[in-house]
């Protein structure tokens, strides 16, 4: 059974930093793209990231570029999120997300809250 759970959400001052991880359990990692989204109440779920594989080669919403960075362990099977420079409007639930290689086969984490304010 594939599991993805992400940890390292929190409350942190504008201009803080947080590091997010998911920790992916039941798949082939290194054949899985990572991607980290975002949601918040009212909107859709936007990406904010993706990592391929085996490349590793990297991707950013325009929102994020130059204050986030995505990265992975393929010997932990784990994903991470650094999140530096941080605003009000990067508050949202963050959901780590798996997708296949091979397959149609993807996978979506539980989220975690991040919340930026004074």
């Known amino acids: 059974q594939a599991q993805l759970v992400e940890s390292g959400g929190g409350l942190v001052q504008p201009g803080g930093s947080l590091r997010l991880s998911c920790a992916a359990s039941g798949v082939a990692f290194s054949n899985y793209v990572m991607n980290w989204h975002r949601q918040t109440p009212g909107k859709a779920r936007e990406v904010v990231a993706g990592i391929a594989a085996p490349s590793g080669s990297t991707n950013y919403a325009d929102s994020v570029k130059g204050r986030f960075t995505i990265s992975r362990d393929n010997a932990k099977n784990t994903v991470y999120l650094q999140m530096n420079s941080l605003k009000p409007e990067d508050t949202a639930v963050y959901y780590c997300?798996?997708?296949?290689?091979?397959?149609?086969?993807?996978?979506w984490g539980q989220g975690t809250q991040v919340t930026v304010s004074s």
């Open positions: 997300h798996a997708r296949s290689r091979y397959s149609s086969s993807n996978y």
